[in-house]
């Protein structure tokens, strides 16, 4: 498992941060993956938007301001997975960043890419707050348990991981 990479989950939250240190902690020197998971093309969506009866579009963005929207949600999960990178990189990991399409779910996807880096452990911080049944997991965490190839560490941020 040493040798396989670490993929850690990273949305930019305080969560994510402290799964990022807490990784650090517990899987020091191994390299790691920091994955964040971005929603291409949503602005998109708005270009099917209906029209209201009268023949006037309910939104006014086309296809220029939406690739507009679009490139800025890139640009912005670039930068994202640039500081969650530096965050592992200052704990001790051998960390890259990488952006990555959602395909149907954040857990699906963080999934998909530790199938393909063959990954020794996923990490996920969880931020516990949707409702009962995810009140101490977390929707996303949840699933990637049920999914994951490999083992998963979860952090929640009320119960923080002590280095002695």
């Known amino acids: 498992m040493s ?3 670490v993929i850690i989950g990273f949305d930019g939250t305080p969560a994510a941060e402290q799964a990022v240190r807490e990784a650090a902690m517990v899987l020091a020197a191994r390299r790691a993956l920091v994955v964040v998971v971005w929603e291409a093309g949503r602005a998109y969506e708005l270009l ?3 029209t209201l009866s009268v023949g006037v579009p309910v939104s006014g963005i086309d296809i220029r301001a939406a690739t507009e929207v679009d490139n800025a949600a890139a640009e912005n999960a670039r930068r994202m997975a640039e500081h969650g990178t530096a965050l592992a990189t200052q704990g001790g990991l051998q960390a890259e960043g990488m952006v990555v399409a959602d395909d149907i779910t954040v857990a699906a996807t963080l999934v998909r890419v530790a199938k393909e880096q063959d990954a020794g452990v ?22 990637v348990i049920k999914q994951a190839p490999c083992p998963v560490l979860i952090t929640r941020p009320d119960h923080p991981v002590r280095h002695h």
């Open 122 to 143: 996923i990490v996920v911080g969880s931020h516990g707050h949707h409702g009962i049944t995810e009140l101490l997991l977390g929707s996303t965490a949840r699933e």
């Open 3 to 5: 040798e396989r990479p």
């Open 48 to 50: 099917d938007v209906p």
